[in-house]
C-alpha cells in the first residue's frame, strides 16, 4: 500500500482484495524460501520475465538447459538442506528437577567476569545476554560455535530476568508469552535452546480485561484465548460489529501465517528482497507486504466506528499510538495470545537459567558485569573482538564474530569506533530508527495470599478514554511537571499469581507489576547521578507518577492499600541502568509505521557495514520476548548462512508425525 495512501475507496478496494486471499493464501516457509532462493539461483525455466527470449540466449533452453536446471535445483537444496541442523530431537530431555537453591542459580546466571572464564579460541562473542542475544547464543553454541555471551548488569537475561527484594520476586519485562501450545514453532524454539528444560503454566482461558473509561464511564470487556472462543466471546460484546471483528480476525489469520514473508526478506540478499518489492511481484505471493505498512487505526476506521472496539483492536500498548503503528503487529499481538497464554514455571529468570546451561554444555559460556566498552575494528573494517571493562582497566577479547543484542543505538553510536560510527553507510541504518518510549514501573509487594487480596493470573488493562491517538499524544507532548497527574493508560500484571511455584518459594507474599510508557525527558536532567543516589528531587518526581498509577490499581483492588509493605519505582533511568536499555526503552527501537513498510523491514537486517558484526533481539524484527527470540534464530540463521526455521519446521513434521502415530496406537489398544 502506498505511503501517502489515504482514500477510504481505496483502502475498502485492498480490503476486499485481503478478504479473497485469506482462503487462497498458500506456501509454508520451506516453499517460500525456494521460491525466493529462485532468484538468487537464476529464474525459472517457465517465469514470465524470460518468456520470448531466443533460444539461443535462454540459459534454459537447449543443450545448456539440462545442466542449469540441474545446478540450480542442486544449489538450492543444498543452501536450504545440505547444512548440518544445530537443531534435534535427542537433544530434548525431559525436565530436571527445579532448582531452588539461589546459590546454585547464582553460579549460573551471576557469574561475574574474570579472564579465566573466557573460553579458549572463542568463535563467537556475543553482547547483552537478553532472549535475543541468550537465543543466537544457544543456537549457534549447537551448531559447534564456541560461544560467549557478556552483560553488563550482575544478572543474565535482560528482561527476563527477576529480582528479589524483602522477599518478593518481580518479573521486570517479561509478562506473559503465547503461542507455547503444543508443537508450535515458539515452543519447538524454546525446548531446543534449553534442551527442554524450560516449563511453562498456561493461564486462564480468561487472560486480559480492559476497562476504558473511569468511575460510572468505565466499560469492562474480557479477551479470552481459543481457536474460536477468543472471536466468538469478543462478537458477544460487540455484537453490533459483528463483521468488523470477522474482518480483524481474517487480517490476524493473513499476518501469522504469513509474517515468515517479511522474515524471509532479511535472509535473501537484499537486492533480491527489494527486487521483489519494488517489481511488485512479493504482492503477488501475499497481502502481507502491504498490510505491514499499514497503519492500524487507518485500517480500522474502515471497519467500525466503534471508539471502544478500536481500543481493543490496539490494547496491547507499546509506546506507539495506533495512528502511527502497523495494522500487521497490532494483530499479531493479539493472535499471539489465540492459543493460549502461558507464564515460566520457577519464574522468568528460569529462561536464562536453562539456556545459559546450553551454552555452557557446548563450551561456552555467559559472564556478568562484563560491560563492553568498544567493538574492536581492524584496519579493514571488520570486527575482531571487543574491549570490557574490568574495574579501572580493560581487556581485549577476541573472536572472528561479533554480535550485538543491546540495541542498534547503543551498538552504531556508542561502541563502535569513532571514526566507524560517522560512516555514511553506517548513518544511513541509524536513520531507518527513532529511539523508542521509555518505560516506567511500579513494583509493589504485599503480604498476604493472592486469594486474601482479591488477585489473579489475569492482566488488567486500563484507558481513561477510547481515544488512543489523541491521549497518547495529549499526554507525550505535556511538560514534565504536568506528565505524572495525566496519565493515560496503565498495564497491571501479578507474577505471583501466575507462577503455581511463587507459594513455595516465597510463601504469604504476593507481588504486582505496573507498567507504563512515559517520555525519556522528563528525567534527563538527572541522567548523569548515580542509581539509587539520584537525590530528594528525583525521587520526589518519580514517586508523584508511582502514587497515581498504585492509586489507581487500588480502585480494582481495593485490599491492597492496607497490604503494601514494599515498593520499588522503575523510571527509563533505571531501565537504562539495569537493563541497558537506550533512554529507557525496554521495547528499544521505536515499532512504528516507517519501520514496518516492507522495503525498510527488507534493508532493517541482521547484518551491518561492519564486517562480522551482527545484530540481535528486538531491532531485527519485532517486539517483545517472542519477537526477540525470532530476531536471535534470524540472527542465528545469518551467521551460519542456513535458514534454522526450516530445521525448526522439519523437527515440527516429525513431532507432527510421532504424535500421530502415537495416537493411533492408543485408539487400536481401546479397540482390542
Known sequence: ????????????????????????????????????????????????????????????????????????????????????????????????????????????????????????????????????????????????????????????????????????????????????????????????????????????????TIYIGTGDEKREYTIFSGKTDMKAHLMKQFPDDTEAIETFFKIMKISAKKTHYLATLKLIPQWVSLFLLKSGIADLFSPVFRLSGTGATEFVNTLTTNKDLHVIFSYLFYGVPPKDSSILINSLLIHHYKRGAYYPKGGASEIAFHIIRTIQKYGGNCLVRAPVSQILVNDKGAAYGVKVRKGQEEVNIHAPVVISNCGIFTTFQKLLPPEIRVKPDIQERLDMMKHGRGSFLVFSGFEGTQEELGLESTNFWLFKNNDMDKSMDDFFALGKEEAPDNIPMMFITMPSAKDPEAKKRHPGKSCMTILTMVNYEWFEEWKDTTVRKRGDEYYNYKMRFANNLFDWACTLFPKIKDKL??????????????????????????????????????????????KNLYISGQDVFSNGIAGALHGGLLCASTVLDHIVYIDLLLLKKKLKRTKARELAQLAKKKLQ
Not at 529507557?584 to 532493517?604: C, I, K, P, Q, T
Open 1 to 208: 500500500m502506498a505511503r501517502d495512501m489515504s482514500d477510504k475507496e481505496i483502502l475498502k478496494m485492498e480490503l476486499d482484495q485481503l478478504k479473497k486471499e485469506v482462503s487462497t493464501a498458500r506456501t509454508p516457509v520451506t516453499a517460500n524460501c525456494a521460491e525466493t532462493i529462485s532468484f538468487v539461483e537464476g529464474l525459472a525455466p517457465n517465469d514470465p520475465l524470460i518468456k520470448g527470449v531466443p533460444d539461443d540466449k535462454n540459459p534454459y533452453k537447449g543443450d545448456k538447459g539440462g545442466s542449469w536446471l540441474v545446478i540450480w535445483a542442486g544449489g538450492t537444496y543444498w543452501y536450504l538442506f545440505g547444512k548440518p541442523s544445530p537443531f534435534s530431537l535427542e537433544s530434548v530431555r525431559p525436565p530436571g528437577p527445579r532448582e531452588y537453591d539461589q546459590k546454585k542459580r547464582d553460579k549460573v546466571i551471576k557469574q561475574g567476569f574474570s579472564l579465566d572464564k573466557v573460553p579458549q579460541n572463542l568463535d563467537v562473542i556475543v553482547i547483552g545476554s537478553g532472549i535475543g542475544g541468550l537465543t543466537v547464543g544457544a543456537t549457534l553454541a549447537k551448531a559447534g560455535k564456541k560461544v560467549l555471551v557478556l552483560e553488563q548488569h550482575d544478572q543474565a537475561g535482560g528482561c527476563c530476568h527477576t529480582y528479589i527484594e524483602k522477599g518478593f520476586e518481580f518479573d521486570v519485562g517479561l509478562h506473559y508469552i503465547g503461542q507455547l501450545h503444543e508443537n508450535s514453532l515458539l515452543r519447538i524454539s524454546f525446548d531446543q535452546i534449553s534442551e527442554g528444560q524450560l516449563e511453562f503454566q498456561q493461564l486462564n482461558q480468561h487472560f486480559d
Open 565 to 610: 509493605v514494599f515498593q520499588d519505582v522503575a523510571t527509563p533511568l533505571t531501565n537504562m541502568h539495569y537493563l541497558g536499555a537506550q533512554r529507557g526503552a525496554m521495547y528499544s527501537s521505536e515499532h512504528n509505521l516507517d519501520r514496518f513498510h516492507a522495503e525498510a523491514v527488507a534493508r532493517n537486517r541482521c547484518n551491518t557495514p561492519v
